[in-house]
């Protein structure tokens, strides 16, 4: 074999040395713009725990609105305006005569709304459930929305309104106010809601821009509800005594005949970890149109 064959001298070594060399920083020039693209599709603004449950105990809530993990952008929905119901304790109607409003109450902004406040001295007995509210933007790619503001109330396990209901008009208890952190989450302390005849197991929430501007209802910039899985809802009935009422008022009903859920549930349906023994963790992602 002539040595010509494979010896073609420096100049064509360095060629071919160089053209390799070209190739390599092409490719990676490649590689570097997908990786780019990749990281532009993948979005940003929620927390994953939004959308999955875990534990013993755990229902999937089937909440809309979180982004997969394979690179797609985020999605999200308007949650729907519901009524704020008899007993919002927001300025808008009247308990007694007077004007109920818990929002202008000394110490309505906390955490744990488990006692009243404002020289009121009850405190809600239940199973302790912790409320997470995921503040999102629609018009941002499901952005977080911080610095806003939640109030959220409910009934106790008796079914009673606290201001409102017979035996609790003097207490303010489940009532509280709550601003959203940086990473548009709200978390209430409180105690799994009771079932009353006529509805569905629930939560009523307000959203406003800010802590300042939730002291009257005028400023609210958007009212909903939140619903409970059926098969945590009857773990709790039936295993705290607490809530004997709920046990029949629950076997009464279905979301197909509540007034409010009737139309469904998607976007309104939290997620649920937890058990009876430790309490539980609900979890809800609630978009706005800011």
Known sequence: MNRHDHDHGLEHDLHRLLGIANSRRRALRWLGGAGALALVGCGGGEDDAASSSSGSGSSDG???????????????????????????????????????????????????????????????????????????????????LSGYAIYLWHCDAAGRYSMYSSGVTAENYLRGVQATGSDGTATFSTIVPGCYSGRMPHMHFEVYRSTGTASQYTNKLRTSQIAFPIDICSAVYNGSSLYSASVANLARFSFATDNVFSDGVTTQLATVTGDLANGYVARLQVGIAA
């Open 62 to 144: 089937g909440s809309a609105g979180s982004g997969s993990s394979s690179g797609t952008a985020p999605t999200c929905s308007v949650i729907p305006e519901e009524t704020a119901g008899p007993y919002p304790g927001d300025g808008s109607n009247t308990s007694g005569g007077s004007i109920a409003n818990a929002l202008t109450l000394s110490g309505i902004v906390r955490s744990d709304i488990r006692a009243s406040v404002a020289g009121a001295s009850g405190v809600a007995q239940g199973v302790p459930m912790s409320v997470v509210i995921d503040l999102v933007n629609t018009n941002a790619s499901c952005a977080d």
